[in-house]
């Protein structure tokens, strides 16, 4: 019988933080992000209509930059611009386009480049579950597209609240008139990171090219925009379904549709609400599935 | 208590309709032992059953006792050495041990600091901070071998670990694994060169086709081999040099020189060829930079021991 030198022990104590354990693929694929200068610019730039609003905000509360300003000629600046449901949606609505940027950039390779190195198997030999690698991956585009859309939108938010002058709306009425903006300031971004996260990863784990995710990606929003106007023009109403129903194929003018619903905002679309919780429901359960058939090929494979 | 660690019962797996492995039953104990086979033999398969990368179509696998298919609780106790070595090209080597090391969950500053002490059991603290892209093929395999077992793992499951690692590599490697052998750890690792695991360990598992050919000591397979001619390549920068002097060598029949970087060398002892050529190296200066079989894998050995099986 072999005498062996147990002078060696194996950490058989608890696991701690469920959460920093796929959080780490998130926060190590930023970190390989940020390494690149024309990405930090990118995010940087992402952040000045942040900027804009809260300045626009801060003179529209201050009189003594008012009275500054009227100096230079610049006047009527204490109600330019009315800070309701509006000016919040199309806050997040304006920081669309760079969404679409950093997941085409940072969410196309993300599952694609460990299939295409075969590092798949790195992750399934670590202690972590198959369902954490995937939270790990859904959390880098999902957290970046919050920070770039709620965290801005909520803290202009609370920026109105804090700043407004006694007697004014904000003030008087604020539970009334303005608490429930909360609801539709993070649900409408939720929502918009959850499907954009999807459809990349979806994207993501069909090739082991992250340009090929990334073209179909864009492809897919940009195609799918352009068929449900032609749907709508060319077929028109069809038995129970109406021509403008058609435009829900579209993920872009159904999210819009979505804010607009959440935040109560007139549409001009006539999309029933109803039909785009649906359809948003059946493109994530679409994405789910196809998401955990090929995760599960790929990562039952081995090395 | 058994000294079993990993046992497989009957286990078969197939790609498809090609195979894999089929119908293993093999109890692997503490220790080192040595898989050896050539490509396609299923050493890899065999690797990724244990730990838990894939499923048995057939049959058990057992590690401590416990199935290993996703089982993130067991996957704590072993340490894999996968032989793909492309991945986190942009990391530098301690970002890449410590985000795998993060997912242990035992927070970021045991991560750092076993992370560190990894990369400098692997002599490569220098390289740390160095794009693992700009890595050789040598370094990028002691990186993944420090990430094996970074968090001291009761089993070492390593796949060709020395692959593209020059003579003083192999030697410091075999140095450690027979030392995470004598601990009581399970070590299993594959190669194609027999000498690499006679140093380590006298007991293999031999694999050929999906099957285990072979069980046991290593030097009793290694005398069936005597009789048998082998072809070794040689990759380095000065051929002619290093042909000339291992043609004085007694078991050396012949040398060709491929071309102006690589020699193929004929022998009936292998062992003594690479214990040659480590001082041929060193005396000579020459920087070698790919020692193999050239028969692309070692299947001429085991044909010709499946041959003798089937005589």
Known sequence: MPVYELHYQTYEGPRRGAVSRWFA???????????????????????????????????????????????????????????????????????????????????????????AHNALVLF????????????????????????LTWLQTIVLYMMQWA???????????????????????????????????????????????????????AATLIGLASVASILKEAVGSLGFIQSSDWLVLSPVILAHELGDHLFKLKSGLGISPKLAWITLAAFWVLCGAILKIRLQQSMSKGA | MSDITIRLLGASRWYGEILGINKINVDIPSGITGLVGPNGSGKSTLMNLICGLMQPD????????????????????????????????????????????????????????VAAEALDRLTLTDAANRCIRTYSKGMRQRVKVALALAHEPDV????????????????????MFVEYGREGR???VSSHVLHEIEQMTDRILMMSNGYVMAEGAVREVRDQLRSHP?????????????????????????????????????????????LKLNDVVLEEKLEPDLVTLADENVSSIFKYLAGREHH
């Open chain 1, 25 to 115: 693929i998130a926060r190590y694929s930023w970190m390989g992000l940020l390494g690149r200068r024309a990405i930090v610019w990118l995010f940087t730039i992402s952040w000045l209509q942040f900027l804009l609003r809260a300045a626009l905000l801060y003179i529209m509360v201050n009189k003594n930059v008012q009275t500054l300003l009227a100096g230079f000629g610049i006047r009527g600046l204490a109600n330019i611009i009315p800070v309701d449901a509006f000016f919040f949606k199309t806050m997040i609505d304006w920081q669309l386009p760079f969404c679409f940027l950093f997941v085409f950039i940072l969410g196309a390779g993300l599952i694609s480049q460990d299939l």
């Open chain 1, 124 to 147: 399934a030999a670590k202690p972590i579950s198959r369902w954490e690698y995937f939270l790990g991956k859904f959390a880098t585009v999902f957290l970046l597209i919050m920070m």
């Open chain 2, 230 to 274: 082998f072809r070794v390549l040689v990759r380095c920068n000065a051929p002619r040099r290093l042909a000339a002097r291992l043609l004085q060598e007694p078991h050396v029949h012949g040398a060709e020189l491929d071309d102006d970087r690589s020699v193929t060398v004929v022998t009936n002892d292998p062992d003594s060829l690479y």
């Open chain 2, 186 to 188: 399970t070590v299993l």
């Open chain 2, 58 to 113: 057939q049959g058990r696998v057992l590690v401590h006792g416990e199935d290993p298919w996703n089982n993130a609780e067991l996957h704590r106790k072993i340490g894999y050495c996968t032989q793909s070595d492309k991945f986190f090209e942009n990391f530098t080597g301690r970002q890449f041990m410590e985000s795998m090391l993060r997912m242990h969950g035992r927070g970021e500053a045991w991560a750092r600091h």
């Open chain 2, 156 to 175: 070492l499951i390593l796949d060709e670990p020395f692959n593209g690692l020059d003579p003083v590599g192999r030697r410091e490697l075999i140095r």
């Open chain 1, 163 to 217: 700043m407004a002058p006694e007697g004014s709306p904000w003030a008087t009425s604020f539970w009334s008139e303005y608490a429930w903006l909360i609801v539709p300031i993070t649900i409408y971004p939720a929502l918009l990171a959850a499907s954009l996260s999807l459809l990349i990863l979806t994207f993501s784990s069909l090739t082991r090219n992250g340009r090929y995710a990334g073209v179909a990606f």
